[in-house]
C-alpha cells in the first residue's frame, strides 16, 4: 500500500500516477509493512450509510453540547481554528473525490452535491467558506474520549503481465470459480497450485499471467491492481484487476511466518531480501504459509479512469491523497474527513473523503490513505504508520440546500 513524501502540500503530487513498476524484491518490505493496511478488501456494501445520532455519551465521559455519537465514536463539535492547517490545504485536490462521493452521495450530503458540483470551479477562498459556511466540524474520539489513533497507507500495484504463460511469465491471476459460492472455504492458496481438483476448477479463468509469484501476491494483499498487458497480437493495453471474491480461507502474513520459523531474525527489508536470494526454493512455502487466495475481474482504464484508483467500499473511485479507508462504524461513507498526521513519512494536513474501507481498519481515529499508484506511492504506503487526528464535517442542522 509507501520515498520522498516530506510536506502536506506535496503528497498529492508525489503520488501520481506513474507508468513504472516497482523493483522486484522492493514488494517483500511492503508484505510486512502493509498487513495493518487495506490487506483485506471489503465487498461493495450499497447500503446508505447512517448518520451519527445524538445519544448519551459513556458514564465518566464529559459531555460537550451537541456531541453526536456512532457506534464507535463520539464526535465532538469544535471550531474552525481547531483544524490546523485548514487555511492552507489545495482544496481544489480534494474536490474531485467529492464529485466522486456525489455520485453515491450519503442521503446527509445529496442536498449540498449541486453546490459541490458548482463549486469545483471556484476559487479556494470560495470553496473554503462554503465549507464554513455548509458544514461543522466534529472532533472524532474514542468512546472513551481519546482523539489519537493510527494512520497507515495503502496503494494500487501496476505489473507488466501477459495473456498467455511463456517466457517468464508464470504466474496466473485468475477471475472466481464457478463453484467459489458453493464450497465455502475454497481451496486454500497450496492447494490452488497443487491439486489437480483446484486446477480443474480454475481452467479457462486466468485473466493475465505476471512474472513473479511475490508480486501477485501483493496483489492479493492489496485487492486489485494495473496490468500493462501484452496482447497475443504484441500490442500493449492498460487494464485493472478488481477484487471479486476469495476463497474465504484466513489471512496469516508471511513475515510473521519468516519470523515465527526463526528464518530471519526481524522482517525487515535487508533481511526478507536476503532470504529470498539464498533460498528461492522455499519461496513457494513462504508463499503457501498465507492460505487466502483473492480472485479478480478485469476493467478497462482508460481515458479518465486512468487517472483515479479503484472503486472503495462507497462504490466511487479513489483520489490519491485525498481518500482514506474508514471503520464504518466510526464514520460513514462519504463523510468529507479533515486529516491530520505528523510522522517521519508524511506530514499531512488535509480535506480527505472517506470513500473506503477494510477488515483491518477498525476503531474510531483510524484511516488507511490511498497513496495512488507506481513505485513512489508504493513506497510512502509501505512505509506509513504514524499518529493520526480526524474531523468530521458533517452538514449544519437547518442549513438550507
Known amino acids: 500500500m509507501a ?14 500516477p506513474m507508468n ?4 522486484r524484491l522492493f514488494w517483500m518490505v511492503l508484505i510486512v509493512g502493509m498487513l495493518a493496511a487495506c490487506s483485506t478488501p471489503v465487498p461493495l ?3 446508505a450509510p447512517t448518520a451519527p445520532a445524538a445519544r448519551p455519551v459513556p ?15 463520539r464526535w465532538v463539535p469544535v471550531a474552525w481554528s481547531e483544524l490546523p492547517g485548514f487555511d492552507a490545504d489545495a482544496l481544489h485536490e480534494a474536490w474531485n473525490a467529492w464529485l466522486r ?3 453515491r452521495p450519503a442521503p446527509a450530503f445529496a442536498p449540498l452535491c449541486g453546490d459541490v458540483r458548482r463549486l469545483s470551479i471556484a476559487a479556494p477562498e470560495e470553496q473554503r467558506g462554503w465549507i464554513m459556511q455548509r458544514l461543522q466540524p466534529y472532533r472524532i474520539e474514542t468512546l472513551e474520549g481519546s482523539a489519537d489513533g493510527l494512520l497507515t497507507g495503502y496503494f494500487e500495484p501496476y505489473l507488466d503481465a501477459v495473456r498467455q504463460p511463456g517466457n517468464g511469465f508464470g504466474v496466473p491471476l485468475y477471475a472466481p470459480p464457478a463453484d467459489l459460492g458453493q464450497r465455502k472455504p475454497w481451496y486454500t492458496r497450496q492447494q490452488i497450485e497443487t491439486l489437480p481438483q483446484a486446477q480443474a476448477a480454475l481452467a479457462g479463468r486466468a485473466i493475465a499471467w505476471v512474472r513473479d509469484p511475490v508480486e501477485a501476491l501483493v496483489l492479493h494483499i492489496q485487492g486489485s491492481g494495473r496490468l500493462r498487458v501484452q496482447e497475443a497480437d504484441g500490442s500493449q493495453r492498460l487494464v485493472r484487476l478488481a477484487y471479486a471474491g476469495t476463497n474465504d480461507q484466513p489471512y496469516k502474513s508471511v513475515g510473521r511466518w519468516l519470523l515465527d520459523q526463526g528464518l530471519v531474525r526481524d522482517a525487515t527489508w535487508p533481511g526478507i531480501t536476503a532470504w529470498v536470494r539464498q533460498n528461492p526454493q522455499r519461496v513457494s ?11 479478480f475481474r478485469e476493467e478497462p482504464l482508460d481515458g479518465l479512469d486512468a487517472a483515479f ?18 471503520d464504518r462504524q466510526s464514520i460513514p461513507y462519504g463523510t468529507p474527513v479533515w486529516l491530520a498526521s505528523s510522522g517521519p513519512t508524511a506530514q499531512l494536513s488535509r480535506l480527505v473523503l472517506a470513500q473506503d474501507t477494510g477488515s483491518a481498519i477498525l476503531g474510531a481515529v483510524r484511516a488507511d490513505y490511498f497513496t495512488g ?16 487526528r480526524l474531523w468530521a464535517l458533517w452538514p449544519r442542522q437547518g442549513a438550507t440546500p
Open 285 to 295: 512455502e513462504m508463499l503457501w504459509s498465507n492460505p487466502r487466495y483473492v480472485f
Open 45 to 47: 456494501d450499497s447500503s
Open 20 to 23: 513504472v513498476c516497482l523493483p
Open 101 to 103: 462521493s456525489c455520485e
Open 3 to 16: 520515498t520522498k513524501i516530506s510536506s502536506a502540500t506535496s503528497a498529492s503530487s508525489k503520488i501520481s
Open 59 to 73: 458514564a465518566g465521559s464529559a459531555a460537550v453540547p451537541g456531541t453526536l455519537t456512532q457506534s464507535k465514536s
Open 373 to 388: 499508484w507506481g513505485p513512489e506511492a508504493g513506497d510512502m504506503a509501505g512505509r506509513l504508520k504514524q499518529n493520526l
Open 309 to 326: 484508483g479503484p472503486k472503495g467500499a462507497q462504490g466511487v473511485p479513489l483520489t490519491p491523497g485525498r481518500s482514506i479507508a474508514v
